[in-house]
């Protein structure tokens, strides 16, 4: 059977630029009680309300009420106040429930619009925009352009006007410079990606048809907030993936996009990521709705499409659910919409979640 959902460690914050999100974002969540480290092909879990087992996978968010059953394994759990728990034999989540410093999104993503679908003929920016970012030194990262044999990047701000020319044609990346002006807290910047062939303006950013694509450096002392927690994950997990991950839906929850994006990608090219963390869908659909809240569509459906598969493949009928409602999303196609929809809420039913199920048809009418 199957089970999975992206959970999110807590920090409450108030950002000015990203208040509303994240009082959305707020709504959108449920207290989480603990978060697996460590599972099995054979684990499975049961929530609330729900009458079938599912999977139980690496990065899956535990709630008050899911039943565990190990099925002669074991399964880490790490619990909300960062003690470890071992499941041995099937039982409630053992995690005291007092505390809840981390979150799952249940269904709706806060923020997301839908929206043009990015021209691939044009090197939009994907990262930063439309978040906070935690370093005045950000990856920037944009879509590459086939016949391009060299990019222009700019980015812009009160008292910013820096820009440099990269001469490769397979370059769609680079981190801001230390010597280049200093970005400023709480002012907002902007990217230009300009693709060029020969010297001559193939296509630019600024051509892609969105809303504000703006990023912030967050403030010292939001950031001093956020911190203690990240370093008290890494003092308490051994495995660097699994604390990578843990970081970045730290990020999310704190409208830090572009941090979460990067420790992401970051993770799934090291040489410490385990294969547990590579066959997991929660990376994948964590990767999604990133993309999905900053509006770059098309790395969406490719990570939800991933992720879909992943779920697939383990017979995780949640992460299916969640993945198909992902896609369902983004598409203006009615008729594959409809599809999708369909095929989610049947993913539901068939673990009788009654709740999810009535929600996904409500939503997709």
Known sequence: MRRIIPIIAVVVLTITPWKSLAQQQANDYSSMQGFVLQS??????????????????????????????PKGDSIVVICADLSKQVVTSISPVPCPKDRAIITQNQMALAGWQRGPVPDPTIPY??????????????????????????????????????SITIEAADTHGLMYPQDAPHLQADVPYTVEI?????????????????????????ATDQLAQIQPLLDKVHSQITSQSIANLIDAQVYIQNGLYADALEVLLNTQVSTVTTSDFLVSPIPQLVLGNIYMSTGVQLEAEGAYGSALKLAQDADDLESEALALTGLARLTSNTDRRDKLAAQAVEAWNELGAAAQSEATAKEFN
Do not use: C
């Open 125 to 162: 920016l994907i990262s930063p925009r439309k978040t906070l970012i935690t370093s005045s030194t950000p990856m920037i990262l944009w879509n590459p352009v086939d016949e391009a044999d060299s990019y222009q990047v700019i980015v812009r701000g009160e008292g910013v006007e820096w």
């Open 40 to 69: 099995s092909t054979t684990a499975q879990v049961r929530r609330s309300g729900w009458t079938e087992f599912t999977h139980l996978s690496l990065g899956a968010g535990l709630q008050d009420g899911d039943l565990l059953d």
């Open 194 to 218: 300009v693709a060029m062939a020969q010297g001559s303006i193939l296509s630019s950013s600024a051509n892609e048809e969105a809303p504000d694509t703006s990023f912030y450096v967050i």
